[in-house]
C-alpha cells in the first residue's frame, strides 16, 4: 500500500467505509454519502485503488439477465482501513481536541 | 390566488414537458451519447493510463441511471466531469488563448485604420508581441495541458487564476486608452465588451467556489 496525498475529499472518502466498514460502495452511493460530484470522486477511486487503499470489484451479476450494466464496487483494504481510521482519528482529535478511537 | 395557480400550472405543465422532452432525448440515444462524449473529454485531463477506465467505470452508472428513467441525473452525473477543476481550468485557458488571438484583429484594423495616428511601429510592435507571447505561452502550455496529465492542468490553473485574471482589467484598460486616444471610440467599445466578457468567463471558470456552484448541484 503506498500512500497518497490527503486532502479533504480522500478524508470525506475513508470516512465513509470507516462508517460502513462491512459495506461495499459503489460510486454513486459514495457520490451521494460524501456530497463529491462524480466527475471528482471517480479519479481519486481510481487512485485510492492503485495505492491499496481501496479493493475494486464488479458485480458478479450477467447484465442481460439484470438488464443492467454491471457496477464496480469498493471496499477498503485492510491496511488501507487502518490507516484511514488513523486519518479519521487524527482528524477528530484535531478538530475535538481528544483522541476519539474509531 | 389566480396568479399563484397559473404558476401551480406552468410548473406542473413545465415538469411534463420537461419530462418527456428528456425521456424522448434519452429513447434516441442523445443522453448517453452526450455523457460518453463529457466523460472522453473530462478523461483528457487524466492520466493516459487512467482513460480506459474512466469510461469503463462511468458509463455504468449511467446506464443505471438512465435504466430507472433518471435523465437529468445522468445528464449531471455525465456533466460533472467536465465541470472539474483540472478541465474548468483547461477549458479557461483555451478560452482564454483564443481570445488572445482574437485581439491580434483589433491591432491590425488599427494599424491599417484610414484615420489612425498612431505611429506604425507602435502597433506593429504591440500586435505582434501580444501576438507572440499568448500564443507561446497560451498554446503550447494550455491547449496541450488538456490532452496531458493533470499536471499540466494544475500548471496552467494557477498561471490562470493568480497570474492573468488580475491582469485582465489592466491589460483591458490601457488598452482601450490606446484607442480613445487616437480617436477609435467604437474600436476602444468593442474591445471592453470583448473583454469584460471574456474576463467573466474566465473568471468564472477559474474560480474553485463558482464552478462548484454553478456546476454541481448539491
Known amino acids: ?102 | 390566488m389566480k396568479a399563484f395557480l397559473a404558476w401551480l400550472l406552468g410548473a406542473v405543465f413545465s415538469g411534463l414537458v420537461w419530462d418527456e422532452v428528456s425521456h424522448q432525448f434519452a429513447k434516441r440515444g442523445w443522453t448517453r451519447s452526450l455523457c460518453r462524449w463529457f466523460i472522453a473529454v473530462g478523461s483528457r485531463t487524466m492520466p493516459e493510463d487512467h482513460r480506459e477506465s474512466y469510461i469503463e467505470q462511468a458509463m455504468p452508472e449511467i446506464e443505471n441511471l438512465l435504466a430507472e428513467r433518471r435523465h437529468l441525473a445522468a445528464l449531471r452525473v455525465g456533466f460533472s466531469f467536465v465541470t472539474t477543476l483540472p478541465v474548468a481550468f483547461a477549458l479557461s485557458d483555451c478560452v482564454y488563448c483564443l481570445t488572445a488571438v482574437v485581439q491580434v484583429p483589433f491591432y491590425i484594423a488599427l494599424y491599417f485604420s484610414e484615420n489612425s495616428t498612431v505611429p506604425a511601429d507602435f502597433v506593429m510592435r504591440a500586435g505582434v508581441g501580444y501576438f507572440f507571447l499568448f500564443l507561446g505561452y497560451g498554446v503550447l502550455w494550455r491547449v496541450v495541458g488538456i490532452y496531458r496529465t493533470g499536471l499540466m492542468s494544475r500548471f496552467s490553473t494557477n498561471g490562470t487564476r493568480f497570474g492573468l485574471v488580475p491582469l485582465i482589467p489592466v491589460m483591458a484598460m490601457s488598452h482601450v486608452e490606446v484607442f480613445l486616444a487616437h480617436g477609435h471610440s467604437t474600436m476602444a467599445a468593442l474591445f471592453a465588451l470583448h473583454m469584460l466578457a471574456f474576463g467573466f468567463v474566465l473568471f468564472v471558470l477559474s474560480t474553485p467556489i463558482l464552478s462548484r456552484k454553478l456546476f454541481h448541484k448539491a
Do not use: C
Open chain 1, 1 to 102: 500500500m503506498t500512500d497518497i496525498n490527503i486532502t479533504r475529499n480522500v478524508l470525506k472518502v475513508v470516512s465513509v467505509f470507516v462508517n460502513n466498514p462491512e459495506s461495499d460502495l459503489y460510486g454513486l452511493e459514495l457520490s451521494e454519502h460524501t456530497g463529491i460530484a462524480y466527475g471528482a470522486l471517480l479519479p481519486l477511486l481510481i487512485r485510492l485503488e492503485e495505492a491499496g487503499w481501496l479493493i475494486g470489484d464488479w458485480e458478479p451479476i450477467d447484465p442481460k439477465v439484470v438488464g443492467r450494466p454491471k457496477r464496480k464496487y469498493f471496499r477498503m483494504s485492510e491496511d488501507g482501513m487502518a490507516r484511514a481510521k488513523e486519518l479519521v482519528n487524527k482528524e477528530v482529535a484535531f478538530l475535538s481536541g481528544r483522541v476519539q478511537p474509531v
